[in-house]
């Protein structure tokens, strides 16, 4: 999987040398065993992918090759280790395009780890089973679905397998999360209209800011879409967006745009893990812009986009 700027992803020697051989001594480590009252103080990271190095059990899709996993593990107990330090106690995975529609892997650590992990899975929608697949899934700790646009978005709205996903979605109480980039906002807005009912997460602003500069004619096109009320936006992947260079404080006039047309319970942050520990970047500095920089967000504006708003799409209470 590529970042979401397109590059190539990078990785601290230190960061790689811990997560390839396995050992975790070189990150900070924290016990990954919550009571209740632990995971009600934590907050929520509403976004990260994992991967196994396991290639016998959990094979890669065949558009993918072991070249591709950058790092080689990225296992859901060192995204722990990566997120806990920084009072993180539950997080959303989504599906890793490695294994394209196989959830297998996804799944598997949300049986492990029930109470801290939720899950966003893929699926075929041109798949005449998508519904039976979709329900079965949701069985099985999934909370919502990506669509991944790959410049196509321009197809789902008359899409019938898409009309199925949005309509069993819609029935079963799942989030539709699209990664579009900013021209593909109206293909959103379309299907918003067709499906008012439906719970819309969309990811990383929309990728608002990904060529560098925040556009305000694709911020404008964005904080739109707040007219369906159902419509939730992700403020993640800073890394990736904007000047891309820590401490992020460039993105903050977008994110107080986005809290003055959505308010805090429509948004949510997250980290997009591992991508956000690569390179210079690191994990504490993806919540540390909106713990400690946005000063226009009261106390209680913050726990709604570091943990309520996600804890409410994602998660069962």
């Not at 060192?78 to 009072?87: D, I, R, V």
């Amino acid at each position: 999987m590529m970042k979401p700027d397109g590059g190539t992803p990078l990785i601290s020697r230190r960061t790689f040398a811990a997560l390839t051989t396995g050992s975790l001594a070189a990150l900070p480590h924290c016990d990954q065993t919550y009571g209740s009252d632990a995971i009600d103080r934590g907050y929520v990271d509403a976004h990260a992918h994992i991967w196994t190095p396991d290639l016998t059990r959990y094979p890669l899709d065949p558009g993918f090759s072991p070249k591709d996993m950058v790092p080689q593990s990225f296992t859901a107990e060192e995204l722990f280790t990566a997120c806990q330090p920084s009072g993180v106690t539950r997080v959303v995975l989504i599906q890793m395009s490695f294994y394209n529609f196989d959830n297998r892997y996804m799944l598997d650590a949300i049986a492990k780890y029930p109470r801290q992990l939720s899950g966003v899975g893929i699926v075929d929608h041109h798949q005449p089973d998508v519904a039976v697949t979709m329900k079965s899934l949701a069985r099985k700790g999934v909370k919502g679905f990506r669509i991944h646009s790959r410049g196509q978005a321009k197809t789902w709205v008359n899409d019938e397998g898409m009309a199925t996903l949005w309509n069993t979605a819609t029935e079963e109480g799942l989030a539709v999360c699209p990664l579009i980039n900013p021209a593909e906002i109206g293909y959103v807005d379309t299907l918003c209209q067709k499906f008012p009912e439906a719970t819309v997460v969309v990811d990383h602003f929309a990728r608002v800011g990904i060529t560098g500069e925040i556009i305000p004619r694709e911020l404008d096109q964005l904080s739109k879409l707040a007219k369906h009320p159902n419509l939730f936006v992700k403020t993640s992947a800073f890394y990736a967006l904007g000047k891309k260079q820590t401490p992020y404080t460039d993105l903050l006039p977008m994110i107080q745009r986005l809290t003055d047309a959505f308010g805090p319970k429509r948004l949510m942050w997250a980290s997009d893990c591992p991508y956000q520990v690569q390179g210079e970047h690191d994990y504490d500095s993806s919540i540390a812009l909106l713990r400690d920089h946005a000063d226009f967000l009261s106390a209680e504006e913050k726990r709604w986009m570091l943990k309520k708003t996600a804890e409410k799409v994602f998660f069962d209470r």
